[in-house]
């Protein structure tokens, strides 16, 4: 291989980046690319009846577990889960944090999202980008030289404004790695999730069994994706491939972040297809309201 990517995935809770880019993610690791993962809180609420430290514990090495199983790495911050938010001590970790690690790429979620977690991870994010690049802040590590590109996670919320995503990842092959990663998150898809959402007497005991509905379960959930956008995936996969994607995952190019021209998109997703890039590739428009890169 010619080159290490880097790809920094930020969520809020330690699950948040699998369940929103672990197929594309383990896609990059197997061309040998470095990926990772990122929760910006412990995780420490997210269940019926274990709770504080020990579930902050419990969900760390869940979380190592999940990026073990593509090959990822896992950094799990230690910020209270259901209490992240906009301070400025957050926004100096979140730059220092996205600065030592130099990535090619950043996802992250929309500020738009029913989580407040998921909303100030991606103010955060948000906040950081063009700092990034400001020598006197956060001296201690050096600056970029450009924002990187940011995408965002796909989500379905409408208001203000609804996702519209310029990249469409096929899936297919890797949906039972990201099932497999999903299932090292037993605390979440077989205890707090069901409990949270009324079904919990449907997990099944035995380990086999709890693979197996999960990955149905998984199905349903992402499946909806990929018809939702089936128009573009015909486009950008063709007629003929475009119809039989089951499983994607999307992403919205961030304004705040570096454009995603032909050539950023063929470098960072080389296994979408020519056709995709033409099609959805998203450049910066000629008037813009940030500093220019040139
Ligand atoms: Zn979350």
């Not at 297919?172 to 707090?192: G, R």
């Not at 079904?199 to 099944?204: D, H, I």
Request: aromatic residues 10%.
């Amino acid at each position: 291989m010619d080159e290490r990517l880097r790809f920094l995935l930020i969520g809020a809770h330690p699950d948040d980046a699998d369940i929103k880019a672990g197929g594309t993610a383990a896609r990059w690791c197997a061309l040998g690319h470095v990926v990772q993962m990122v929760s910006l809180t412990d995780g420490r609420a997210g269940h019926q009846s274990q709770h504080g430290p020990a579930l902050a514990q419990r969900r760390r090495g869940e979380a190592r577990a999940a990026a073990a199983v593509i090959g990822a790495s896992y950094q799990v911050l230690t910020h209270p889960d259901g209490e992240l938010d906009d301070r400025l001590e957050y926004r100096q970790e979140v730059i220092r944090l996205i600065r030592s690690f130099r990535p090619d790429l950043i996802i992250t979620h929309r500020s738009t999202d029913y989580h407040p977690d998921h909303r100030f991870a991606g103010l955060l994010v948000q906040d950081a980008a063009y700092l990034l690049t400001v020598p006197s802040l956060c001296p201690d590590v050096p600056h970029l030289a450009r924002t990187p590109i940011i995408l965002y996670f796909a989500d379905a919320f409408k208001k203000p404004c609804r996702f519209e995503p310029q990249v469409l990842v096929d899936i297919d092959e890797q949906f039972e790695k990201l099932v497999a990663m999903l299932h090292c998150h037993q605390s979440q898809f077989y205890e707090w999730l069901p409990y949270n959402a009324g079904y919990l007497e449907q997990v099944p005991a035995g380990d086999a069994d709890r693979r197996v509905w999960l990955a149905e379960r998984m199905s349903r959930r992402i499946g909806p994706l990929a018809e939702r956008y089936r128009e573009q995936l015909l486009q950008a996969y063709g007629p003929e491939g475009g119809k039989q994607i089951r499983h994607i995952e999307a992403f919205e190019v961030s304004e705040y972040g570096a454009p995603l021209d032909e050539a950023a998109l063929a470098r960072l997703f080389p296994f979408l297809p020519a056709l995709a890039r033409s099609s959805s590739a998203f450049t910066r428009k000629e008037w813009v309201d940030i500093p220019e890169d040139d």
